[in-house]
Structures are given as structure tokens and as C-alpha cells.
């Protein structure tokens, strides 16, 4: 009887079959870069149109040792980058490098990369006794052009910013838009161990706001939504503000802080730097998360049929803890994502066996056991 149910609610669906995987559409993974070498003045990797620029500031070599980072990707060969000061407090270290392919109109785009803050040593001539994992800023700065035309300019900070150790993601004043004040995304989250910092933006054309949603050391493998992470939150530009167009990327950092505690650059490292339509979560479908939608995404999904106290992991790719035709409609559409599928998606329903989870046997038994156990009257 369950299977029966199973095929017909597949009857019922439209499906997408093999949708396969986008790479993303710009990266820098400073692998190709020889240990050693001064990554300013090098084009490495995919997206850019142009080389990284220098800077009189600090140093930007290649480091021998992927930063590494559960179920982000699987790169956990090559290089990364060690961005160091100059050794002052105000010391402004940044490079710059544009992108082919600018992102604009409705583009929804995702920015993250793997990042450590390296304690810095505190300077007594400063009054510092204390380290403080942070500079005044420091990130990956993102750059562009307002829909109404004019100067690039920088759009938002994913980082550190505004003197915070923790990572946070930073809206940047525009003077396009007189009265517009900046404000920033605090994450609370700050650490000298690596973290995986994500933004997802969506821009919008014409009157409507971009809205960003932004993420630090979040489950990759449990899918994308707001919560995954703590820090993980989201808001809305304010009226007027205007991130039409992004084309331009900016690493580094800077240390000037005045006031109380003054705040010294400090060495980071950076690493696997992508800016692209995929999201670096789960893709829907993929319960499992290692990348792929196929068969086995479906057994979990037939495995855990009806559920109500789903998660990612038990194929509840709708977030409302239910296991039901919702999960399999997005299953199917996204069937074959990441990987060839051997069968089709239909030919695979046949495959699985459908049945109600077996939690849901065990809370009928209890109510059938309390209904037996009521007092007669
Ligand atoms: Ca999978
Ligand atoms: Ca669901």
C-alpha cells in the first residue's frame, strides 16, 4: 500500500532530471601561486579580468597549507594567503583585482571564503596588555557601480569591521544617497581558528532592495537557511541604498582604531575565496551532503517518509520538520545535480521502498496504548 502511495505522489510531479552543478563563476584559491611568491601582480584562478594589484602597505604571499573547513568544498591541497601589515598600527594593506562578469540586476550571488585572524602581539607603548584578535577592518570588500551610474565605490565589507574582533558584515556609506548611514551585521563570532565567512546577496533592479543574508561557521552539509549558524542572521538594505552592480574585490585590511582599546593589524590568512550563483550549502536534494542528488538522497527521503521531526539530514528540504510531497517535488526537480544519474528519476522511485518512518509507528503505538489503558466509563 505504501508503495502504491509512493508512485502515485510521483505522478503528481513535474521533474527536472539532471541539472547538474555550476562551477563558481569567480574564484581565487591562491593554488596556483608558487609557496613563497608575492600574490599582488599574479592571475591566478577563474573570474578576473585583470591581476591582483600591489601594494606598498603589507605583504600578500602564498602559504603552502589549505585553511580547511567541514564539508566546504574539498580543497584541502594547495596554498592559501598570508596577508601581513606592515607592522604598524595604521597600516592599510589591501589588493584589488575586478571580475569579468559583473554581478547586477536580480542576480542572486553567494561571497565566502575561509579566514584566520592571527593573534597579534600586544604593544605596551599603546597601553595594550591584552591581545586582541582584530584590526579595524579586514575582509573581502566588495565593490560597484549604483544602478543610476557613477563611481564604483565600495558597496559592503564581508569581514571584520568597525574595530570588532568578530566577524561582521558591514554596509558602507554612500554618498550617492546623502543621510544613508552605514550600519553593520555583527556576527559575535571571533576566534583566532578558521572560520567560514558567507554572504548571500540579492540584488535587485529598479526600487526594489538588495537584501543580504549573512553566515559565519554555518553546517554547510545541513543546507541553507537563515539559522544554520551562530551569527547566522539576515536584513534588509535600507531605502535608497543601491548595490546595482558588482564588479570589483578588495583583500585586506586595515588598523587604524581610535579610542579605547586601539585596535593594531594583526596577520591573516585567506583562503578559498568564491563569489558565484552556487551556494556553498547543501544543494536541495542533497540530504546526505556530499554534493550530489541521486539515489541515495531518495532513500533517505523514502526511509524517513512522513516524518514530522525531519531535518536536512532526514530529506526535510522545506524546513517545516515534514516529510512529505514538498521534500520530494524539490528531490525531483533537482535530481541529478552534481553527477550523471545512472536512472531516471521515475526508474529510481520504483527503486526505493516508501514507507512512514519508524517514529511515527512508535507514537501510534503510544496513543493506541493510552487509548487501551482509559478508564471505562
Ligand atoms: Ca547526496
Ligand atoms: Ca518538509
Known amino acids: 500500500m505504501a508503495k502504491t502511495r509512493w508512485l502515485s505522489a510521483a505522478a503528481a510531479l513535474s521533474l527536472a532530471v539532471g541539472a547538474g ?54 580543497d584541502a591541497t594547495g596554498s592559501k594567503a598570508h596577508l601581513s601589515p606592515a607592522g604598524t598600527q595604521t597600516a592599510t594593506w589591501t589588493i584589488f ?68 574582533s568578530q566577524w561582521t558584515l558591514n554596509r558602507v556609506d554612500d554618498t550617492a544617497y546623502p543621510g544613508v548611514t552605514a550600519n553593520t551585521l555583527e556576527s559575535g563570532i571571533a576566534t583566532s581558528g578558521v572560520s567560514l565567512v558567507v554572504c548571500r546577496v540579492d540584488l535587485h533592479s529598479g526600487p526594489d532592495l538588495p537584501v543580504f543574508t549573512f553566515w559565519v561557521n554555518p553546517d554547510v552539509t545541513a543546507g541553507e537557511f537563515a539559522g544554520n549558524a551562530v551569527g547566522g542572521q539576515s536584513f534588509v538594505s535600507q531605502a535608497g541604498f543601491d548595490h546595482a552592480t558588482v564588479s570589483r574585490v578588495r583583500l585586506g585590511g586595515g588598523g587604524t582604531q581610535t579610542g579605547s582599546p586601539n585596535v593594531y593589524a594583526s596577520d591573516h590568512y585567506l583562503d578559498e575565496v568564491r563569489i558565484g550563483f552556487d551556494s556553498p550549502f547543501a544543494h536541495p536534494g542533497d540530504a546526505n551532503g556530499d554534493g550530489l542528488v541521486n539515489l541515495s538522497d531518495l532513500q533517505i527521503l523514502g526511509d524517513n517518509w512522513q516524518s514530522t521531526s525531519a531535518t536536512w539530514a532526514t530529506a526535510d528540504f522545506t524546513w517545516d520538520s515534514i516529510v512529505n510531497l514538498g521534500d520530494l517535488q524539490i528531490l525531483g526537480d533537482n535530481w541529478g545535480w552534481g553527477t550523471t544519474p545512472d536512472v531516471s528519476f521515475d526508474q529510481a522511485l520504483a527503486l526505493v521502498d516508501f514507507v512512514p518512518e519508524p517514529a511515527s509507528f512508535a507514537l501510534i503505538g503510544l496513543v493506541g496504548l493510552l487509548l487501551l489503558r482509559r478508564p471505562v466509563l
Do not use: C, H, M
Open 97 to 164: 583585482r575586478n571580475i569579468t562578469t559583473p554581478f547586477s540586476g536580480d542576480d542572486t550571488f553567494y561571497i565566502s571564503f575561509l579566514a584566520q585572524n592571527l593573534a597579534y602581539v600586544p604593544d605596551a607603548s599603546f597601553g595594550e596588555t591584552n591581545p586582541i584578535l582584530g584590526t579595524r577592518y579586514f575582509g573581502v570588500g566588495i565593490f560597484g557601480q549604483p544602478e543610476g551610474g557613477g563611481t564604483v565605490t565600495e558597496r559592503f565589507l564581508v569581514g571584520q569591521g568597525s574595530g570588532f
Open 21 to 74: 552543478s555550476v562551477a563558481a563563476q569567480v574564484s581565487e584559491t591562491f593554488d596556483s601561486y608558487a609557496d613563497g611568491s608575492n600574490i599582488s601582480g599574479q592571475a591566478g584562478d577563474t573570474g578576473w579580468s585583470d591581476a591582483w594589484s600591489s601594494d606598498a602597505d603589507g605583504s600578500f604571499t602564498a602559504e603552502s597549507g589549505s585553511l580547511t573547513y567541514a564539508g566546504y568544498k574539498a
